[in-house]
């Protein structure tokens, strides 16, 4: 069979990985220009690999074959050293945690280095090179898949029996076009993260930030929605962010410049049902009402207490805002949020106090809006030649998610 592997990142190692020594011919079309202008870009920026089976992504993988992926990364550093952890450095914490109601997100990382990485990317591309039925194509960007009969033509050029999409969050535009030509391959798109960006001094986290690798939890507030954190940055500063018609808030840590605070999102999942189709249509709207009542291009700024008690901020006490200055206006995110998400949120803070003593303190600070959208979820059952792995396919996070769906892809074709 002619195979064409659209993209060289962690997806399609997975699947050459698997399909390396069979008969079928693998055509890998990869955008960048060489080998070391190719952008794994996880791979690239921290090199953490991630064993876990609740983050990382949507699919099923066992904790077996995710241990055997890192291993095979592991294996193709030059020294084969790496940095070992859990995400929870105490049993006590994980169980304090869990006895409040709290689903705490467990994984065990490798860091395998920023230094290693290029060579381990260049180490991998080397062994797939000496395969004789294994071709790569640098320079070429895939901009057009059209599936006929029983091939698949990309570039309206060449023809495959099968083509797998590989293209990772940076292929966005070839996904788009794929879906506006097929609308039936989204299979969901209902949901949306909405919430704020939570400020708290250091010192009411510092035994958290300590005893936890990353502050990843979940929970289920008594509203029926999930609530969860996310992007914790200890020292870290509040920014906004331009999505063009609206702004949202996020957070970053600086390497050299340290603030008192940390600061973290609490989102909370909306799901909605049918005829609803538009999460990004909801999402962006009362970003946008966020927006309306903070003053063009602001985010509104409250305190703790205010939120709780739908009150107007009007003074700062003891927590001061590591957002610049002119970037929020201090108001009432109640008049944008709907009830179910500001409830969800408070109860959410309520509970961790129980954990986290000080969490709920009056004067700590909730910046709104801080959004997350979801890739479309897309379906691999609608055309028998074409299929999607990795991020691009709206089912992984990762880079141990994106190639174990690589792999177990290439399993599936093999045992078909
Ligand atoms: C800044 C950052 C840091 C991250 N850090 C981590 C981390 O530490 N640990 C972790 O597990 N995950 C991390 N991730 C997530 C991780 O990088 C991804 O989940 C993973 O790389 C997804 O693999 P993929 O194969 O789907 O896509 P990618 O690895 O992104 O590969 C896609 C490839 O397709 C190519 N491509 C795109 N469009 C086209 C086209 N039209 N034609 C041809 N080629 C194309 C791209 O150039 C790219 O090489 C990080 C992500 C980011 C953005």
Redesign the pocket.
């Known amino acids: 069979m002619k195979i064409a592997i659209?993209?060289?990142?962690?997806?399609?190692?997975g699947f050459i990985e698997k399909m390396k020594d069979t008969e079928h011919e693998l055509h890998i079309?990869?955008?960048?220009k060489d080998i070391y202008s190719?952008?794994?870009?996880?791979?690239?920026?921290?090199?953490?690999?991630?064993v876990s089976k609740e983050m990382?992504g949507d699919i099923d993988v066992d904790v077996d074959l995710q241990n055997k992926l890192v291993q095979y990364y592991i294996d193709k550093t030059e020294d084969g050293k790496f940095e070992q952890g859990s995400s929870f450095a105490s049993k006590e914490y994980y169980e304090d945690f869990y006895s409040k109601g709290f689903l705490p997100i467990h994984s065990e990382f490798y860091h395998i280095g920023t230094d290693q990485l290029k060579q381990v990317l260049y180490t991998i591309y080397e062994d797939f090179k000496v395969h004789n039925n294994i071709h790569f194509h640098f320079n070429?960007?895939?901009?057009d898949i059209e599936p006929i009969a029983n091939t698949v033509i990309i570039n309206n050029r060449d023809s495959f029996d099968r083509v797998i999409v590989?293209?990772?969050?940076?292929?966005h535009?070839?996904i788009k076009k794929t879906i506006n030509k097929f609308p039936d391959l989204i299979t969901d798109n209902t949901k949306v993260d909405l919430g704020v960006r939570y400020e708290v001094p250091n010192h009411i986290v510092e035994e958290l930030n300590r005893e936890m690798y990353e502050f990843k939890i979940k929970y289920k507030s008594k509203t029926g929605y999930m609530v969860r954190t996310f992007c914790n940055n200890p020292s870290g500063f509040v920014v906004t962010e331009n999505y063009g018609d609206f702004v949202t808030v996020n957070g970053h840590s600086k390497l050299k410049e340290k603030s008192r605070n940390t600061n973290f999102a609490i989102l909370t999942t909306v799901q909605l049902t049918e005829p609803f189709n538009d999460p990004i249509g909801y999402g962006s709207h009362i970003a946008q009402l966020s927006n309306l009542l903070a003053g063009e291009n602001k985010v509104i700024l409250q305190t703790y207490s205010n939120f709780r008690d739908s009150k107007r901020t009007k003074h700062l006490y003891r927590v001061l805002p590591t957002l610049e200055k002119e970037k929020y206006i201090l108001g009432d995110i109640n008049l944008a949020f709907p009830r179910r998400i500001a409830e969800s949120i408070i109860d959410f803070i309520e509970n961790l106090n129980h954990v986290i003593p000080g969490i709920a303190n009056e004067d700590n600070l909730l910046y709104a809006p801080e959004i997350k959208f979801y890739s479309n979820r897309l379906d691999n059952a609608n055309f028998f030649n074409l299929k999607f792995?990795?991020?691009?396919?709206g089912s992984?996070?990762?880079?141990?998610?994106?190639?174990a769906?690589?792999w177990l892809m290439a399993d599936e074709i093999l045992t078909s």
């Not at 590989?166 to 292929?171: E, F, M, T």
């Not at 992984?396 to 190639?403: D, H």
């Open positions: 659209i993209g060289f990142g962690a997806a399609a190692i079309f990869e955008k960048s190719s952008s794994i870009s996880g791979i690239r920026a921290d090199g953490k690999l991630f990382g070429a960007e895939v901009q590989a293209v990772g969050r940076s292929g535009k070839l792995v990795g991020d691009c396919s992984t996070r990762s880079i141990i998610y994106a190639t769906h690589g």
